[in-house]
């Protein structure tokens, strides 16, 4: 079975980009994944060369005695040709400060340990240099560059990505891309927060989605969150100054589609990075499993004969909205429509049970495969390992620049 969704249409393209699905019966002998189907992109990653950078980096120190910001961005300049901007965390009598926060961007660590030494041995440190924050980004070049080849990336990319349901704590945190296609910004999941009972529904119901438009920037998580928060674009433009209206339009084999992680010091801490020391040691390749997953659905196969008619049918719908949510809105829709699903489950077990009771049937027990952290998903192995060795060889950069 193939499935055709529509991803980007412009006036000078004779027909639109379409990134095609097919599904396949698994081959598996795990409970959870016996007798179930799989939908995979039919896209060549072979066709892409995917690179790990660091945007940049909150380092925070603490100096034995007071200075003025302007002093370190001197001393910074001389040694890296470059402004910083230390950012004074105390400021005082006379502007002058102990505590800084440095944020710098595309990170030389070689120039950076340079600076932390320099500053250093001029004012002394109360403590190590602490990491507080870092953004990490996957870039994904079409090694023949389109435009076709970047909105497929971009489709497989916002539909594929599975952070854990760690994200879907708060309603703020779920998927939305702007600009939207009705409100400035849309979620992908269809809501009705003014009435819960309805909204349950909502969550549920795939015709109220809104898949995210390739020209949109895709989010994940609240922005300044403790842990992370995540970005999927496509990268068409550099180097942006909204206060000053400036950017640059980046030449063709330099657009790309990108996947970005900015972690909090909660994020930092999760994979060991404290101290900038850490740095030498610390496996960038952990960033993988909590911040950079990519996951496939898998659908239950009704066969004929396996339950009443009736019966049958329902189990078909359900799978058919499954398949439609999943189309619209990726794997993380998928949860939210299995999180709710769960709890109108709770909400309605009272009934459930009282009507088996009255009918004399006996209730079913819930199932319990695929209650894991992943239910019934799968791991689009063919990605993780693409981006497993961008982080690898981000990983093997950044020692080196540390001196290992």
Request: glycine fraction near 8%; hydrophobic fraction near 35%; charge should be positive.
């Amino acid at each position: 079975m193939r499935y055709d969704v529509p991803l980007y249409r412009d006036k000078g393209m004779k027909k639109p980009i379409i990134l095609t699905y097919v599904e396949k019966t698994l081959r598996s002998s795990q409970a959870r994944l016996i007798n179930r189907t799989t939908l995979t992109p039919q896209i060549d990653l072979e066709a892409y060369q995917c690179r790990a950078v660091i945007d940049w980096i909150d380092i925070h120190f603490e100096l034995s005695r007071r200075t003025q910001h302007w002093h370190l961005n001197d001393r910074i300049e001389k040694l890296t040709g470059r402004k910083e901007y230390p950012e004074a965390l105390d400021s005082g009598e006379g502007k002058t400060a102990t505590r800084y926060k440095l944020r710098v961007q595309e990170p030389d660590f070689q120039n950076v340990r340079k600076v932390l030494d320099e500053l250093e041995s001029v004012y002394g440190f109360v403590a190590p240099a602490t990491i507080s924050g870092i953004e990490v980004s996957i870039d994904f070049y079409p090694k023949t560059p389109s435009e076709e080849a970047r909105a497929q990336m971009h489709g497989v990319l916002v539909r594929h990505f599975f952070p854990t349901t760690r994200v879907l704590r708060s309603n703020l945190m779920w998927p939305r891309f702007m600009p939207g296609s009705i409100k400035k910004t849309d979620y992908t999941i269809g809501r009705n927060e003014s009435d819960e009972s309805l909204d349950i529904g909502d969550r549920m119901t795939p015709g109220l989605d809104r898949p995210a438009l390739y020209g949109s920037t895709y989010y994940v998580g609240e922005r300044d969150d403790p842990r992370a928060f995540w970005r999927i674009q496509n990268k068409v433009l550099d180097k942006q100054n909204n206060a000053a209206g400036t950017r640059d339009k980046l030449a063709d084999d330099k657009k790309r589609i990108r996947i970005e992680v900015a972690l909090g010091q909660e994020g930092c801490r999760e994979i060991g990075l404290q101290q900038f020391g850490d740095l030498e040691a610390v496996g960038i390749t952990r960033l993988q499993k909590g911040f950079f997953q990519f996951m496939k659905p898998t659908f239950a196969i009704v066969r004929p004969g396996s339950a009443r008619p009736g019966s049958a049918a329902v189990k078909r719908k359900v799978e058919e909205n499954r398949r439609e949510r999943f189309l619209n809105a990726g794997v993380l829709g998928l949860q939210i429509r299995e999180d709710a699903r769960d709890e109108l489950r709770a909400l309605e077990m009272r009934k459930i049970r009282r009507w088996h009771r009255t009918s004399g049937s006996k209730m079913p027990p819930k199932m319990r495969a695929g209650a894991g952290a992943y239910g019934t998903m799968i791991a689009y192995e063919e990605l993780t390992r693409m981006v497993e060795r961008a982080l690898a060889g981000l990983q093997r950069k950044v020692r080196r620049e540390m001196g290992v």
